[in-house]
């Protein structure tokens, strides 16, 4: 009785629940209820920003829930921001390129330095703008729109940027474009794509991430999870994919890696569910063992 009685301790207390594939680690404070993207510096620790009609902000958390410290960023502006990644360096890129109904013409990404340095509680931002050349109208048919973004990483001083496909009817074809992770005024240059699946709840691309060495990429969905590994650059999805399904159908907004080996992740919290920051340790790589003929 003793050991039942634990056992269902363990699944109705959310420090151990497993949610699908999952494993919760905390709630995140109340205001982050749309929380969007988010990127870890430290660890334990993450930082988080809110989508569309939220603060020109960015909001450090740890893994147990605590709002630890909070930025303003100045010479921003939360038009529709819904990813973060960082560099080598520290900086934060604050993805400010939302465009649900495919009809923004131009887009722009804030880079912020390390937070971890700088006091006070505003922090200054540069622009990176760009556009995608090969949308010609704004809204394009229902087809062919493919321009809504929620996702991107940073690695070897360009920014790769995945678009959520929104076309109807759906095609689960992702674009992928690279911009420089310097300031100015590009057009994105569409490097490949990437084809998710047929289901639009659950192949749209709402969030990526790349492993501190470089050799794992992970795009994620509504409940999936797609690992893409052995990859050459520009174009990663020619490289050996995984899928995972992930166990959760949640509003899954954003990932980003603790190590090379295991992810953070976060949902928007809708209706009774979500708000919530979770961990999960990717598969190994499988190999091949010879036979020895």
Known sequence: MRVFTILLLC????????HGQ???LCSLPSELEENSGITSLEPEKVWVIEDNGNKDRIYEVNTAGDQLREFEVSKAKNDDWEDLTKDKAGNLYIGDFGNNENIRKDFVIYKIPSPLVEKGDKIKAEEIRFSYPEQKKFPPKPANRKYDTEAFFYLDSLLYIITKDRSNPFSGEALIYTVPAIKGEYSARL????STCKDYTICQITSAAISPDGKTIVLLGYGSLWI???????DFSKGKVEFIDLGVRTQLEAICFKDNNTVYLSDEENHVTGR??????????????????
Do not use: M
């Open 11 to 18: 699944v109705i207390s959310t420090g151990c629940a497993q």
């Open 22 to 24: 999952l494993t919760y």
């Open 191 to 194: 490097v490949g794509s990437f």
């Open 228 to 234: 893409v590994r052995d990859f050459n650059l520009p």
């Open 276 to 293: 919530n920051l979770y961990s999960y340790s990717l598969p190994p790589i499988q190999k091949v063992e010879s036979k020895g003929y």
